[in-house]
């Protein structure tokens, strides 16, 4: 079965899907000034769509719009936040749709509480045509073979965001429940991934870097033939980039959105993270815990997400890359507001401090740190065999030497570690901050 042939195929299938493909391509040959220009011009369209279509943004944009001769700009308007869109979810609905005109999206609790959205198949394919100009970035052309490692199985149960289970000879994606995974399933995916040959792999970093784990320790003869290993949903750390690209012989791009507004920014060739800034405005706020970053999907039209505030920091940095695209660069913080560990004298840990204090632990092979008390930490472990008494004496130690002396430690040994609703893994689990007040 050539390329060719699978992506007339496909185009038969999803016209639509082909067509906003197009157009988002000929994006990738517009200067930044003229992307900048279409952005504030699509920005002060999308606030003024939603102003006139849905209850929640009447209201709250009222005084704004009172004095809008002129064009929008982000700072007019207030930051929606997560807690909005779950308080207030059937009024950002545009008015005239219908529960039939629309679906409703879950979003799992990785910043914080689960929130639904609705969304309809429009949004749906433009998504995957993002997805698609966004593989595009490191060389794949469409027709060639993805596979997903997606967490949640609604998605392979449901034919949700990926579609479903069923595998068709002369489909060119394949979607494989990734929540949960033994050694067994890691061999697997891997047998999969040599008799299926798939171009791109797709998937959260941790189940990506534990299949690249397998891949080493097994000493098994590595996939060949693939272009990237795109990683997403999951902040991705250096040492699991190094991994997988040493696994998988090829390069590990990072992908940034979320499920609400995908496409926020990919990762071309040159290593650099682009704002896909014909679908999205990012802006990046300073913010005590941070510079907090704010997303608009400048093409929401169902339930428009304007100055969402994602839990996510990061920034947006000025030059140009050597890839030419005239897409905006970012980068993204290593982790995400609630993933830090907070100290009694007021400080916030970074998860890397607790990353590396796991490393050369080899009978470990899954951990997460859950800080359950301002003075108190648990360590989570699926592991081989227990911790030796020296090694867990000297985790205590290097605890208490960078987070407090009052910092106690317990090890609690599991046979799985749950995984957010979404299906993601997190390595540290801080106290929220009303969590910390309420436990003082
Ligand atoms: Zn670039």
Known sequence: MTRRLRLWLQRRRHPGRYARLSQLLHALHLKRSELLQRQ?????????????????????????????????????????????VIAHRDELLARGLSPHDTRLGHTGGSTGSPLSFYYDDAKHELMLAGMMRGFMLSGWRPGQKVLYLWGASRDVASGGIFG?????????????????????????????????????????????????????????????????????????H????????????????????????PNIAWECRHGNMHV????????????????????????????????????????????????????????????????????ADGRRLHPAFFNRLMYGLNQVSQYQWVQTGPDSLQLRLVSRERLSPETVDAIGAAVRDGVGPQMTLEIAYLDAIPRTTAGKHRFVIGLSDAGMAARR
């Open 276 to 343: 896909f800034s014909d679908m999205v405005q990012l802006e990046s706020v300073a913010d005590p815990s941070g510079d907090r970053l704010l997303v608009t999907s400048l093409t929401d039209r169902v339930m428009p997400f304007i100055r969402y505030a994602l839990g996510d920091s990061g920034r947006l940095i000025e030059g140009e890359c050597p890839c030419g695209l005239g897409f905006p660069l970012m980068q993204m913080d290593l982790c995400r507001n609630n993933d830090l560990v907070r100290t």
């Open 164 to 236: 479903g289970p069923q595998h068709h000879w002369l489909s060119s994606e394949m979607t494989v429940a990734a929540v949960e995974y033994s050694e067994q399933r890691l061999a697997g995916w891997v047998r999969l991934i040599r008799r299926w040959r798939p171009v791109l792999l797709y998937g959260y970093a941790s189940a990506l870097s534990e299949l690249a784990r397998f891949v080493i320790d097994s000493g098994c003869a590595p996939p060949t033939g693939l272009l990237g290993v795109y990683s997403t949903a999951e902040v991705l």
């Open 40 to 84: 504030r011009a699509d920005f002060d369209a999308i606030a003024r769509y939603a102003a006139a279509h849905a209850d929640y943004y009447a209201r709250r944009y009222a005084s704004a719009m009172r004095h809008a001769g002129r064009r929008l700009l982000p700072e007019d308007l207030p930051i929606l936040e997560k807690s909005d």
């Open 238 to 261: 250096e040492e699991q980039r190094t991994l997988m690209e040493r696994a998988f012989s090829c390069k590990v791009f990072n992908q940034y959105g979320c499920r609400e507004v």
